[in-house]
């Protein structure tokens, strides 16, 4: 089994990053880059340790292998929000929320909240399909920022690898989110009865249900939003 760990320092300028294998300095580096592409450090770690934790031990152990370091790019990818309000990624902020907050769900609460589901081989699917978009779009930035150009390869694969990623992803989500229903019902989990000093009913195997019920109308639109944008951007590029 894989034993992750790793440490994120802020500065102004900087950030330093250090993680480790089974005890061993994998990486330490510190660079005065922007923060959202220094991030993307992250989500290179987690493909990184869940193709290796595949090719050595199965599905079972991916979850184990990448736990922190997805746990931690997921949740700081809220900064995307901030980036599309000011301006550092051209993603409009509509597409980006759903998109971060179905994210932060799955990572803190299926996941983290019900590790019953987290030997299951949709874990793979998903973050192998979370991390190739990520790191096929902060590469296709990250070029965009430093050199003001992108190969056209590189944008080939950003607007196209989605007709297959998105698919398998939103699939992963869909049935993590279906096969932690059971156990959300058993434990009652998040869940607040009456009668309580708030007055206030929740019930999180509903929420749940309400989440996979929006998924129905919400992929087809998100999927039909980013055929536009690929036909756009291909299509510019050929005039270019």
């Not at 440490?7 to 005065?32: C, Q």
């Not at 019930?203 to 109308?217: E, F, K, N």
Request: hydrophobic share 45%; charged share 15%.
């Amino acid at each position: 089994m894989l034993c992750t760990h790793f440490l994120l320092r802020f500065s102004k300028s900087s950030i330093v990053l250090h993680f480790s294998i089974n005890g061993r300095i994998f990486g330490n580096y510190s660079a005065p880059v922007p923060l959202h592409l220094q991030l993307d450090s992250l989500r290179r770690m987690v493909f990184y340790f869940s193709v290796k934790q595949l090719k050595e031990s199965g599905h079972q152990q991916v979850y184990n292998a990448v736990e922190r370091p997805l746990q931690f790019a997921q949740t700081a990818a809220v900064l995307e929000i901030l980036h599309g309000l000011v301006g550092l990624v051209r993603s409009p902020v509509t597409a980006t929320l759903p998109q971060i907050g179905s994210r932060l769900y799955l990572t803190w609460g299926i996941l983290w909240s019900f590790p019953e589901v987290r030997n299951h081989v949709l874990v793979s699917s998903l973050v192998i399909s979370w991390s190739i978009t990520e790191i096929i779009r902060y590469s296709f930035y990250g070029m965009k920022e430093a050199f003001g150009f992108a190969p056209s390869l590189l944008l080939w694969l950003r607007y196209s690898t989605f007709l297959l990623l998105y698919v398998t992803g939103i699939t992963s989500e869909v049935g993590l989110v279906y096969l932690a229903l059971p156990f959300m019902k058993e434990s009652g989990k998040y869940s607040f009865r009456m009668p309580n000093k708030w007055n206030f009913s929740f019930d999180y195997l509903y929420g749940a249900m309400l989440i996979l019920a929006i998924y129905v109308p919400g992929s087809p639109h998100m999927y039909r939003y980013m055929l536009v944008q690929r036909s756009k951007a291909l299509s510019k590029s050929k005039k270019e």
